[in-house]
């Protein structure tokens, strides 16, 4: 049955101009998605939109407060509103109710060309006739001028002309029910979440408004309101639930300007930042949200870039960053809605999606004004902001970096052959590779290397920090690139691969100092950050240079660190001399020899380091002395909280001249000795020092040396005989004798050894020590390396201060 | 447990980007790399000799 049929049977009601309404009807049945998008999902819920966009059209005009939305279940619904009613009175043109001009003519110009209709996305301007069209059965009723009216239609065509019913009072307002027609539609159910959220999006815009929505096919029926007095900066908090947000209260402004053609603008924009990184920005024009934006969304974005700008000039935020920040780096984190109301919007694209409308200069001029002041009150929420776009700036510069350097996968580019000096080998599995810094120790290495399967990479890791007078350790971008190439794995997520490692055996060779020290926890910090699935298979490890070299007559011996040192030293000086205890010239002498004072020296080699240690935290030697006597009871936390304990104590210190007093220790329940060190800072001897462990290896090895700790001293050898009259005069005598008739050679760093000499202490595999990275010691550089990197300067200080000098060991 | 070392996010062993938090720190974090922003400090140098006028 055509549309013309019915026409014809209908009779009277039509003359021939409606008859052309009525073809423009039937082209929307026939083509319906070139009306509303589609058949589907889509275009069912848009025909909901379209109702309830002419309703809020009333709202706009201050007519209507609330609208209520209804699904029925029959999948109909019901869209009421209490505006002003549509027109009842005789259309002159037309010839029918204005009511009824409006539900079956098209509207938007009424010209049916490919244009104006060929959106897709958006049907809005093509009228509530379309949704007429497109409906098995539509209901109209209106409350106006004190009556209600009625009319109801089948596929578009009204059944009858619209009558006037009973009294309506003082009632106005507009009801359409309508159920689409599943022989046009495809989608005919209904989503309520679908409509939930345009209705609040909605509700949001025009704030004050009411919307209602009602399902009604749900038991026990489900309803929702929908109310915003806040409007889109309520948008803007809603979008923003659940997330870390930098200022409490979205910023909001509003205002309105004359357009030259006559009509009024209405801008509005609310925004907030959050923690995150993307940004979330929608934008309205006469309440439809313009997915692809606009001249409106084009004003706020560059005010926003504008702005944020300025301020961080002016307000001097910048400092070491010296770009200006880009849009992207002003939206990172930012959550906005900017809507405009203006008279006749114009369009673009097949979505309507986008704001045409020559309006973007006002929108730029209306929010650097008002952004400006809101920062100009707000500084605290502006710093914030400001701040915020940096990191995004540095962020993603670094990013770009990052990717410049995953992208470079040569595996051996010119820039490579000048450092690395590669094996032969060309196994990986048989292949080792040293990372060494600088050139000196490059050169000796690479002399020092079997080439056939050893190759070596000369790593420049010092910089000059001009503005601190200082060298700097870093791996620059240059020395992080080489590295990786001649690894050969790649980097990043997607490019790393460690079937294309060509070497076994990565070895770490650094001096035996500080910067050695530090040069190998950057570099563990790199492989565990970027490459740990090679420390994950044990291909990382570090080399173990000596320290020292003894050598008497033709024998030569090398020694790793401080401790065999002493101990190799101490073994020299007693293969020939023994020592008498004086014991003060009281009692029975005893004399050590051998290994008993072997263990005696290595006891009070030990003691001198913990001795210098507790003087680090008291400043005066005389109190360590006091502490280091065994009679005194000063081990327990229980010693301390003996005042007749911390009595003796005292009375010790001012013996040997430290002005000493007893003060309680209330913290604790304790007593402490308190004295001043030459600074005249107060120093304390109290129950926290008693925990420390260098204080209790102090108190320990004190008792272990107490029974030979008996000057004079006297060292017996042949013939000769010297005497000391404190052990620390004994410690010294003795480590003379050590190394007596022997050359001792103390390296500073791998350069001041010789290629042979290298490749035999260090390189050699029959001869050398390799020290294997497991996963934790890379954990523990990153925390070493976090805590010289980070803010936190004081923590940074004690952390140097307390591992001065004394260079980890990685030990396995 | 291990804080991501750029945003300071708590990580989990058994995310995939550990140490990071995201792919997204990582990147930044070898980009600093790639930028030299990683420099420990080191001792400062002795003061210049007064005798240059």
Known sequence: ?812 | MMKCPVCNKPVERSNPEYPFCSERCRMIDLGNWAMGRYAIPGEPLEPPDDEEE
């Open chain 1, 1 to 812: 049955m055509s549309l013309n049929e019915v026409n014809a049977g209908a009779g009277d009601v039509y003359d021939s101009r409606s008859i052309k309404v009525l073809e423009g009807l039937e082209a929307v049945r026939l083509r319906p998605a070139m009306y509303i998008g589609s058949t589907g999902e889509l275009g069912l819920h848009h025909l909901v939109y379209e109702v309830v966009d002419n309703s809020v059209d009333e709202a706009l005009a201050g007519y209507c407060t609330e609208i209520d939305v209804t699904i029925r279940i029959d999948n109909s619904v019901t869209v009421v509103d209490n505006g002003r009613g549509i027109p009842v009175d005789m259309h002159a043109e037309e010839g029918v109710s204005a009511a009824q001009v409006v539900m079956t003519k098209l509207h938007a110009g009424g010209k049916f060309d490919a244009n104006t209709y060929k959106v897709s996305g958006g049907l809005h301007g093509v009228g509530v006739s379309c949704v007429n069209a497109l409906s098995e059965r539509l209901e109209l009723e209106i409350w106006r001028a004190g009556y209600t009216w009625q009319q109801e239609y089948a596929a578009g065509i009204p059944k009858a002309p619209l009558q006037r019913m009973g009294k309506a009072g003082k009632r106005t307002g507009t009801k359409i029910t309508f159920r689409p027609d599943p022989t046009v539609m495809d989608a005919t159910v209904f989503n309520f979440d679908t409509l939930a959220q345009r209705l609040r999006e909605m509700a949001f815009l025009n704030k004050g408004l009411t919307i209602r929505l009602t399902d009604e096919r749900e038991d026990p029926i489900k309803e929702h309101e929908f109310h915003y007095s806040g409007g889109i900066a309520e948008f803007v908090r809603h979008l923003n639930r659940g997330k870390q947000v930098l200022h409490e209260k979205p910023i909001h402004c509003e205002a309105q300007r004359e357009l030259p053609n006559g009509g009024t603008l209405t801008m509005e924009v609310a925004l907030q930042y959050n923690d995150g990184y993307s940004d979330n920005i929608f934008s309205f024009a006469n309440n439809i949200n313009t997915s692809d934006g606009g001249s409106h969304l084009t004003g706020f974005r560059s005010a926003l870039t504008r702005t944020i700008n300025a301020y961080g000039q002016q307000e001097n935020l910048f400092k070491d960053f010296k770009d200006s920040l880009s849009g992207d780096d002003v939206r990172e984190g930012l959550t906005a809605v900017v809507s405009v109301k203006l008279p006749q919007p114009q369009f673009e694209g097949q979505t309507k999606g986008k704001l045409n409308s020559d309006i973007g200069g006002y929108v730029t001029q209306f929010v650097n004004e008002r952004l400006g002041e809101y920062f100009d009150k707000n500084p605290t929420v502006m710093r914030k902001i400001v701040t915020k776009a940096i990191e995004a700036a540095r962020a993603r510069e670094a990013a770009r970096k990052a990717r410049d350097l995953t992208r470079k996968k040569t595996a051996l580019d010119s820039g490579l052959r000048g450092k690395l000096a590669d094996c032969q080998e060309k196994d990986p599995r048989r292949c080792e590779i040293f990372l060494v810094e600088g050139e000196s120790a490059g050169g000796t290495a690479k002399q020092g290397r079997d080439r056939r399967f050893q190759a070596i990479l000369a790593l420049k890791g010092k910089i000059l920090n001009v503005e601190k007078a200082r060298y700097d350790k870093m791996l620059g971008h240059e020395e992080i690139r080489t590295m990786i190439s001649a690894l050969g794995t790649g980097i990043g997520k997607d490019d790393f691969a460690i079937d294309k490692l060509r070497y076994n055996k990565i070895i770490i060779m650094t001096d035996a100092d500080v910067d050695g020290s530090h040069i190998r926890t950057l570099l563990l910090t790199f492989f565990f950050r970027h490459m740990q699935e090679l420390i994950h298979r044990g291909h990382i490890f570090i080399a173990q240079p000596p320290l020292y070299r003894i050598k008497k007559g033709k024998s030569e011996k090398y020694i790793k660190d401080e401790k065999d040192f002493t101990k190799e030293i101490m073994r020299r000086a007693t293969e020939n001399l023994s020592v008498e205890i004086g014991r003060n010239g009281e009692g029975p002498k005893d004399t050590l020899e051998g290994a008993a004072l072997r263990a005696f020296l290595m006891s009070l080699d030990e003691f001198e380091q913990m001795v210098r240690k507790v003087e680090r935290r008291l400043r005066v030697p005389a109190a360590v002395e006091a502490l280091a006597d065994v009679t005194l009871p000063l081990d327990s936390k229980a010693d301390f909280m003996e005042r007749a304990n911390i009595e003796h104590l005292v009375d010790k210190l001012r013996e040997l001249k430290v002005e000493a007093t007893l003060v309680p220790d209330e913290a604790h329940a304790a007593w402490a000795a308190v004295f001043r060190d030459a600074t005249h800072a107060e120093r304390r001897v109290d129950l926290e020092l008693s925990g420390m462990p260098e204080y209790r290896r102090l108190r320990g090895l004190a008792r272990q040396i107490a029974q030979y700790n008996e000057p004079p001293f006297v060292v017996v050898k042949d013939t000769r005989r010297d005497s000391s009259d404190h052990w620390t005069a004994l410690l010294a005598h003795i480590k003379e004798e050590g190394k007596k008739d022997a050359s001792v050679q103390r390296y500073k760093g791998l350069g001041e050894m010789n290629a042979e000499q290298l490749a035999d202490t260090t390189m050699n595999p029959e001869k050398r020590t390799l020290l294997r990275v497991r996963l934790e010691d890379a954990v523990e550089s990153e925390e070493i390396f976090s805590t010289l990197m980070g803010d936190d300067v004081e923590s940074r200080r004690r952390f140097i201060e307390e591992n001065a000098l004394e260079v980890k060991n990685l030990d396995v």
